[in-house]
Structures are given as C-alpha cells and as structure tokens.
T-cell receptor, first 112, second 117 residues
C-alpha cells in the first residue's frame, strides 16, 4: 500500500519541512492533500511521471518532487501556523480522473 | 470552481439499520466523477463507491448504494444493515473529467457517522 513518513512532526514557524510518501508499486501518479482539523482534504498538487501537472490553490512555498522509485516528497518552506494539518498523499496507476486514488495514512504536522 | 457540500456534520444510526448521508455539489461541467470516501479513526482514506456522471444507473457496492440526481446535483450515500465497522468520517468528493485528472479531488467537509450498538 501507500506509506508516509514521519507519522507526526512538530516544527517552528518559519522553518522548512519535507514529508515523504511511498506509492504503490507501478503507480506513476501521486497527489498531495492538506486536511485541516475538522475539514475535508484540499488538493495541493499532482505529479505524473515526475512532472507537476496540476496544482490547487496553494502558494509556491509548497513544492514537490516525484522520483522514479515510487517515492515522492512534499516540501513546505517558511512554515506558518495555518500549515498545521494532516498531509495525505495518494497514488494511482495513471493520471486520468477515472483511476482510483489510494491514500496513505498521512503525516500530522504541527507548527508552533 | 466546483464545490461540494455535506450538510450533516454528524449522523447516528442503530446497528443493522439504514442510514443516508447527503451530498450536493456545484459544477458547470457535464462530465465528472463523484466518490464517497471513508476515513476511519486510523486516518487512511478508503474509496467506498464511485459514480460516473454519464451513467444514469446508480452505483452499488454490497451494502452501499448511491442516489445520483444529476439535474439536482445531489449524490447521497445509503448504507444498509449498518455495522460497527462502518463508523468513520465519510467524505463526498468530485473530480473533473475535463481536467484530465490534474485538478485532483474536491472534497466536502465530511459527515461523522456513529453506529449505536
């Protein structure tokens, strides 16, 4: 399945953070979502074959990387208190909308 | 931009009974996909059921079925014979067809389903 690390993370405002995701084998698409407490997930961006091909309403300090070995990263610079949330990655076998997305358990980020 | 609204923050049902979760959405598109996801307390989101907008027939998956009303932009989830394991947050989600999938999923705020033993 899809795994994420770390499970929990505490950072200070202004710092930078990297969250990691390991996709299911053979999946060439990974999406990242931010889920604030009591809210539904919000789409951050999607990577297809190591290129960003879609982005939600998030500023450029949210960036990502996708590697050929089924792993990917979400990087957030200049952390703000509002960045505190559960970050979910989801992988799929393709980028088309009818492909099922498989979610990881998430990384809980707390910014103090 | 598309929006998804779940008007029931919390629902409670007796074990073995039937419960219906509501979802409405707003879009100007004619082709899209709708989903119900389940997020148990362990947090891993699981797909429950999906519906393609071009299909008139309502999707069913075992005890889970949907009532898809395209003109009304309504997409409710019915859970029959509720079980304790059904307790979770349920999210309704929309995905555009025209974006080729690059737009990601748009989620509602969720409904917390409680199963009373």
């Amino acid at each position: 399945g899809v795994t994420q690390s770390p499970t929990h993370l505490i950072k200070t405002r202004g710092q930078q953070v990297t969250l990691r995701c390991s996709s299911q084998s053979g999946h060439n698409t990974v999406s990242w979502y931010q889920q604030a407490l009591g809210q539904g997930p919000q789409f951050i961006f999607q990577y297809y074959r190591e290129e960003e091909n879609g982005r939600g309403n998030f500023p450029p300090r949210f960036s990502g990387l996708q590697f050929p070995n089924d792993s990917s990263e979400l990087n957030v610079n200049a952390l703000e208190l509002d960045d505190s949330a559960l970050y979910l990655c989801a992988s799929s076998v393709g980028g088309a909308p009818d492909y099922e997305q498989y979610f990881g358990p998430g990384t809980r980020l707390t910014v103090t | 931009a598309q929006t998804v609204t779940q008007s029931q923050p919390e629902m409670s049902v007796q074990e073995a009974e039937t419960v219906t979760l509501s979802c409405t959405y707003d879009t100007s598109e004619s082709d899209y996909y709708l989903f119900w996801y389940k997020q148990p307390p362990s947090r891993q989101m699981i797909l429950v059921i999906r519906q393609e907008a071009y299909k008139q027939q309502n999707a069913t998956e075992n005890r889970f079925s949907v009532n898809f009303q395209k003109a009304a932009k309504s997409f409710s989830l019915k859970i029959s014979d509720s079980q304790l394991g059904d307790a979770a947050m349920y999210f309704c989600a929309y995905r555009s067809f025209s974006g080729g999938g690059a737009d990601g999923l748009t989620f509602g705020k969720g409904t917390h389903l409680i199963i009373q033993p």
